[in-house]
Every structure is written in structure tokens, then in C-alpha cells.
């Protein structure tokens, strides 16, 4: 058997991490079929094989943002013993990374912060632009909307001086409008999602298009237009790569709480249905709980037993500690029984809700994660000065 320079499988790695960072899911995706049959021929080289496992990480996260594709168990890291710089700055982003998918955000901001300093000796604007990128989008989920804008707008002007970053660019576009709708200015936002929508016609990017659209949808629901967000959400839902992927349910239980919310209960029960087909192949607890939320609390007319299995479905997202969904439902369903005349359902629901705010709100200020609201990122790392998106 022919043995493969370590050098050689390298420079393939480096052409797989561009591809990887350009989101360039066809191109990444063949180059990692060809570096599995690369490795098994390379001669021995511990670093090599670090830097693989690395960006094997990254690939899967790439994944999970740009197709959909779940993440059931992590790429199993050991600190790099003796590598280099971007190997070591690549080990703290992906755990950073994979810290902040499983929600664990006091993890994820001690090892964004080890990042940072690695990243100081890696001269790569772009590798600056994704790192600004991802702390937005942990400060964006954290509710610190001028905090994000301040790093995403760093990364959109570096990604807009580079060419072949045009998907990376259309998603800063998206933390940003994310950020613009957070403090009420819906047009700023819808101009950014205008600008993303833009860029996924030019690249002819159906996926990405209806990954926009959901996200239009929530900004449309936030500004009380429901026609609106139930046109964008269909358009999301109507290809087919994004049905089967994991994004599926977010987009379908948008869709029926704002047909709901309109009274279109016919409607809603044909996806209700559709949503029962999809369970029967791939169960997610956590929106398996919210489905079943809304079909108990739209079509189960007995007023306790409605109020106890949703009590019920709201208690299951407690304990798969899904805390901001269990706050928005237990709100919606106060606002329910309200308009049903049960005042003490109602009640029972928005004290619920409130406690879990408060819960929320002692959660991110415990002192030991007291980083979220008073820790702040350096600028030290690369800046430019050019002229001025997963996916939610």
C-alpha cells in the first residue's frame, strides 16, 4: 500500500477548512469522503490527525447550521499536546461552539474567551470575522442586542470584502436583523433579512432561502402580522431538503400557533396531522411537547382537563430544561384561558410564566455566571476598517 505524505493530507485539510468556512456544503462534503480514504493511507503524524478531529467538529456544525443535520454525539477532543496556534485556537472554538448548542452559555464564554486569545496569533481576517460571528450569536440568544450588533457588524465588513463568503454573510445578516427586531426596529430588520433573501436567489440556495423565511416569520409574528408570517413560514416548508431536516419542527409549530391564534383550526389540523407522520420517523421530545401543547390547548374543551395535560406538556419542557419554551407557552396560555373567561387557569398559567422569567433572570445573573451580563470580549483581535445568519 502506497503511504501518503502527512504534508499532503494537510494541505488537503487546509482546502477542507476553506470550504468548511465558506459553508460550502457540496464541496466540504466531498472533501471529507476523500480525506477518510487519505488518512487511512497517511503515514503517522499525531498533529495531522488532531487537526482532523477538529475540523471534522466544525464540518458537523456546519451541518447542523447550513443543512439541518442533527448533532447526536460530539467529536470526543483531547487538549493538543503540542500543535500550533490555529490548532489550538480551533480546539476552544469547537468546544466554545458545542457548549453553546447543548445551551451551556457560562462554558461556552469561558472558552470563547480562551479562543480570543489564541486567535491574536492567527493573521486571518476570516477567522476573525467567524469568531465575531459566534460571540454575536451567543450575546444575540442572551438577549444583548447593541452588544451583538457590535460584533456582527465587524463581521459584515469583512465578509463583505471577500468573495466565495456570500452564505456566511447572508447569515451576519441575520443575527443582525434578529438583534434590530429584539429592540423593536422591525423595518431595520426586515431590510437586513431583505439583503440575505437577496443573496440566496443570486446563489439559486433553496435551503438557505427557506431557513430566511422562518426567520422572517418570527419577526413577522413579533410585529403582529400573522398573514405575513404564515405566508413566509409556507415558503420555508415548501423544500423538500428542508422538511427532512431538523429545522422542520421549529418551522411547523410557528405555523400552527399562528394559525391558531387566527382561528384557521381546519388548517391547522391537516399540519397537526402532517406532524404526526414526521413524529412516527423522528421523535424530538422537546417539540413532541410543544405540538401536543397546542393541540390540547386549541381543541380540548373540558376547561381542567385542558388546563392539566397543558400544565403537563409545559412540566416535560422543565425538565429537558427548555426554560424560554416553557415561559412562552405558559404566557400563551394565559392569555387562553383569559379570553375564555377562566381567570384562575389564567392565573395559575401567567404565574407560571412569571416564575420561570424570574428563574431565568436569577439564572443568568448567579454569580458564578455573572460573565453573561458583565463580561465583555476584548478587541484586540483583528479589526478592519471596511465600510458597512444560523439560523434562529
Not at 461552539?97 to 445551551?103: K, V
Request: hydrophobic share 40%; glycine share 2%.
Amino acid at each position: 500500500m502506497k503511504i501518503i505524505s502527512a504534508e499532503q493530507v494537510g494541505n488537503r485539510l487546509n482546502d477542507w477548512r476553506i470550504a468548511i468556512r465558506k459553508h460550502d456544503v457540496h464541496n466540504a462534503k466531498t472533501i471529507y469522503t476523500e480525506l477518510k480514504e487519505l488518512l487511512q493511507e497517511m503515514e503517522e503524524n499525531q498533529e495531522v490527525l488532531t487537526y482532523y478531529s477538529l475540523l471534522e467538529g466544525k464540518f458537523k456544525l456546519m451541518l447542523y447550521e447550513r443543512r439541518g443535520k442533527k448533532l447526536n454525539e460530539p467529536t470526543v477532543l483531547e487538549y493538543p499536546s503540542k500543535t500550533n496556534d490555529l490548532i489550538e485556537y480551533y480546539f476552544y472554538l469547537y468546544k466554545a461552539l458545542y457548549a453553546s448548542y447543548n445551551r451551556d452559555y457560562a462554558s461556552a464564554i469561558g472558552l470563547f474567551k480562551i479562543a480570543e486569545k489564541k486567535l491574536q496569533n492567527i493573521p486571518d481576517e476570516i477567522e476573525v470575522a467567524e469568531f465575531h460571528t459566534k460571540v454575536a450569536n451567543l450575546y444575540m440568544m442572551l438577549h444583548q442586542s447593541l452588544i451583538s450588533l457590535h460584533y456582527i457588524q465587524n463581521a459584515i465588513d469583512i465578509f463583505k470584502g471577500h468573495d466565495g463568503y456570500e452564505r456566511r454573510l447572508a447569515a451576519a445578516f441575520v443575527i443582525a436583523a434578529t438583534n434590530f427586531m429584539d429592540i423593536g426596529d422591525f423595518k431595520r430588520a426586515e431590510n437586513y433579512y431583505t439583503k440575505a433573501l437577496h443573496i440566496s436567489n443570486q446563489l439559486n440556495d433553496h435551503f438557505l432561502a427557506s431557513q430566511l423565511y422562518h426567520n422572517i416569520s418570527i419577526l413577522y409574528a413579533e410585529a403582529g402580522e400573522s398573514k405575513k408570517c404564515i405566508d413566509a413560514l409556507e415558503k420555508a416548508l415548501s423544500d423538500d431538503n428542508y422538511l427532512s431536516s431538523c429545522y422542520f419542527e421549529h418551522s411547523m409549530f410557528m405555523l400552527l400557533k399562528e394559525l391558531l391564534s387566527i382561528d384557521e383550526k381546519s388548517q391547522a389540523l391537516y399540519y397537526f396531522d402532517l406532524v404526526k407522520q414526521k413524529q412516527e420517523i423522528d421523535r424530538n421530545p422537546i417539540y413532541t411537547a410543544k405540538m401536543n401543547f397546542l393541540y390540547h390547548l386549541y381543541f380540548t374543551e373540558d376547561i381542567s382537563k385542558k388546563a392539566q395535560t397543558c400544565f403537563d406538556d409545559i412540566s416535560i419542557l422543565k425538565e429537558l430544561k427548555d426554560v424560554e419554551g416553557a415561559r412562552e407557552l405558559s404566557a400563551l396560555a394565559a392569555k387562553h384561558f383569559e379570553e375564555l373567561g377562566s381567570i384562575h387557569q389564567a392565573y395559575l398559567f401567567l404565574k407560571d410564566a412569571y416564575q420561570l422569567e424570574h428563574t431565568t433572570l436569577n439564572w443568568r445573573n448567579y454569580d458564578e455566571k455573572s460573565e453573561f451580563t458583565h463580561f465583555r470580549f476584548s478587541h484586540r483581535c483583528f479589526r478592519t476598517n471596511g465600510v458597512l445568519q444560523f439560523v434562529k
